[in-house]
């Protein structure tokens, strides 16, 4: 239905942000860790993590991401002994205060790295660029269409990494019922 009164290229969009959530909310389907390769593969358990990208031509593992992928060694012992780059990543990820999206783990910085802890230049309102989880910067809580964290005002919404465009957070029955939570809460006698 939506194909004969859409311009094809909106279907098309419509369709890579419905894969996109699909991979992002499956135990089982994998992206390329490539930047903006659009490759997903599905691992199965006891499977082995390794992709050799058919699109990209790159070799990863699909669990930590590291490539080319550690024949004969596993994440952890691999990570392990890598021990300088992850050390100094980490270094540099307090010192600058970027995060971790607590879906992937994926590193998140704020445009402005001098003030990533204050909501003066850029909300804690956040999308992962990699797996698109809604987070707040500030406590790292997952957010939905009907929880905030209260770390940033309700009104607040996202901005998508990948369009620019404004994603809005509450629903508008979430917002209804906060504002009357609110309404309940300033009315009632204190004690």
Same mark, same amino acid.
């Given at each position: ?41 599905? &691992?199965?358990?006891?499977? @082995?993590? +390794?992709? $050799? %990208? =058919? ?5 990863? /593992? ?50 402005? &790295?001098?003030?990533?802890? @204050?909501? +003066?230049? $850029? %909300? =804690? ?5 990699? /797996? ?60």
């Amino acid at each position: 239905v939506l194909r004969a009164i859409l311009p094809a290229a909106i279907v098309e969009r419509l369709v890579q942000r419905s894969l996109e959530k699909a991979v992002g909310s499956s135990g089982d389907l994998w992206p390329c860790p490539t930047p903006d390769c659009p490759n997903r593969v599905a &691992l199965e358990d006891g499977q @082995t993590p +390794r992709l $050799e %990208c =058919h699109l990209c031509g790159a070799e990863h /593992c699909l669990r930590c991401h590291a490539s080319p992928y550690h024949t004969g060694v596993g994440c952890t012992d691999r990570a392990g002994s890598a021990g300088e780059p992850a050390d100094e990543l980490l270094e540099w990820m307090e010192k600058t205060g970027s995060r971790q999206c607590p879906q992937c783990r994926m590193g998140v910085t704020k445009q402005d &790295l001098n003030q990533q802890s @204050t909501q +003066r230049a $850029e %909300c =804690h309102k956040m999308i992962c660029r990699n /797996c698109s989880a809604k987070f707040c910067f500030k406590c790292l809580k997952q957010l939905t269409s009907d929880f905030s964290c209260g770390c940033t005002r309700n009104n607040h919404g996202f901005i998508d990494p990948k369009t620019g465009n404004f994603v809005a957070h509450l629903t508008e029955p979430s917002r209804r019922r906060r504002a009357e939570q609110r309404r309940v809460s300033m009315s009632s006698p204190k004690k």
